[in-house]
């Protein structure tokens, strides 16, 4: 009897035990300030700026159970996309357990897709004269409103409808469309397809080729895999004359916006680039996660957040196959502006 009366003790002494809570500190009141953007890509001004516009989201509702603050939060988010640990390595640095570190993750990317809207197409006359201007400067070419591609990015394998992920280059990805002005920032985004989905097949589909078919707005410069369309100038091929080599060279030195766009994106959030391994979601999530990420980006432009010093080597390959898919007008159209060189 006494046996059972202090085994009895005990487990009722065990399912009171308190749980043992992980010290957990401020940890950017321990970093200098270039030790914050090389840990985190963003500076503690733009971490301050999204902390408070995610506050609504992240902050807890009480302080029981030592609830995890917004910032700890915003900043387990950061570290995934930039280094593209495990989730592990981000719970350890953290103070916080592996599942607590993948739940903020999923809440940081939400309320950050849901909060931040910073990727915008210029719609009103002032803001597109701007991009028009700086796009002219660079290029010479009038019009221009932004330069577009398509990138892909690495994903794990899905269990559903594989073969559609597995890209030109062999493995499982998304291809993410997207169109950035001349001070590289990302202005449209389209992350749904499949990484075998071809970059002009996109673009048929998005609506921005609707509004600007329909509206006139300006005009976009891609590589030769997407169709010539007024809306929508490629490079010359085999060019024959001198004004038609120029012509080439002023729309590479237009079009090279959105290639250096996407090696910054994936310098700073190595989680889209193979040297970070894959997105371990599933593509509808990981999509979540690009698009998060070229938020971030465009952040850090607005607060002069310097290029990372640890780039990596972006390969964004022209595609492989030339799209000859054009109508007279457009061809017309393009040479016209050859013959302005």
């Given at each position: 009897m006494a046996e059972f009366v202090a085994l009895f003790d005990v487990n009722e002494q065990n399912r009171r035990r308190q749980r043992v809570f992980r010290e957990r500190v401020n940890i950017l009141d321990e970093l200098r300030d270039e030790e914050i953007i090389a840990r985190y890509r963003l500076s503690r001004e733009?971490?301050?700026?999204?902390?408070e516009t995610l506050r609504v989201d992240l902050e807890?509702?009480?302080?029981?159970?030592?609830?995890?603050?917004?910032?700890?939060?915003?900043?387990?988010?950061?570290?995934?996309l930039s280094k593209g640990d495990f989730f592990s390595e981000v719970a350890?640095?953290?103070?916080?357990?592996?599942?607590?570190?993948?739940?903020?993750?999923?809440?940081?990317?939400?309320?950050l897709n849901r909060r931040l809207h910073n990727i915008r197409f210029p719609t009103e006359?002032?803001?597109?004269?701007?991009?028009?201007?700086?796009?002219?400067?660079?290029?010479?070419?009038?019009?221009?409103?932004?330069?577009?591609?398509?990138?892909?990015?690495?994903?794990?394998?899905?269990?559903?409808?594989e073969e559609a992920y597995i890209c030109r280059k062999g493995f499982h990805a998304i291809n993410v469309q997207a169109v950035c002005d001349?001070?590289?920032?990302?202005?449209?985004?389209?992350?749904?397809?499949?990484?075998?989905?071809?970059?002009?097949?996109?673009?048929?589909?998005?609506?921005?080729?609707?509004?600007?078919?329909?509206?006139?707005?300006g005009i976009l410069l891609g590589d030769s895999g997407y169709g010539l369309r007024r809306y929508?100038?490629?490079?010359?091929?085999?060019?024959?004359?001198?004004?038609?080599?120029?012509?080439?060279?002023y729309h590479a030195r237009?079009?090279?916006?959105?290639?250096?766009?996407?090696?910054?994106?994936?310098?700073?959030?190595?989680?889209?680039?193979?040297?970070?391994?894959?997105?371990?979601?599933?593509?509808?999530?990981?999509?979540?996660?690009?698009?998060a990420c070229?938020?971030?980006?465009?952040?850090?432009?607005t607060f002069n957040v310097k290029e990372p010093q640890d780039a990596v080597h972006v390969n964004e390959l022209a595609n492989e196959d030339v799209l000859n898919e054009h109508d007279n007008n457009a061809h017309s159209f393009r040479q016209a502006i050859i013959n302005m060189f």
């Open positions: 733009a971490i301050t700026y999204l902390n807890p509702k009480t302080k029981r159970s030592n609830s995890l603050s917004s910032l700890t939060q915003v900043l387990i988010g950061l570290r995934f350890d640095i953290h103070g916080v357990s592996k599942p607590t570190a993948a739940r903020c993750f999923h809440v940081f990317i939400d309320s006359n002032g803001a597109m004269a701007l991009s028009k201007q700086d796009f002219y400067r660079r290029c010479r070419i009038p019009n221009v409103l932004g330069a577009v591609d398509g990138t892909l990015v690495p994903i794990l394998g899905p269990s559903e409808n001349s001070r590289m920032n990302f202005i449209d985004v389209v992350a749904k397809w499949p990484g075998s989905q071809h970059d002009a097949s996109i673009f048929n589909t998005c609506g921005l080729k609707e509004h600007l078919e329909r509206t006139h707005a929508l100038l490629t490079p010359k091929q085999n060019p024959m004359t001198e004004s038609e080599r120029r012509y080439n060279n237009g079009r090279v916006v959105i290639e250096r766009a996407f090696g910054v994106l994936k310098s700073r959030f190595r989680c889209l680039h193979k040297s970070g391994g894959v997105l371990p979601f599933n593509p509808t999530k990981s999509a979540h996660v690009v698009v070229m938020k971030l980006h465009n952040l850090c432009i």
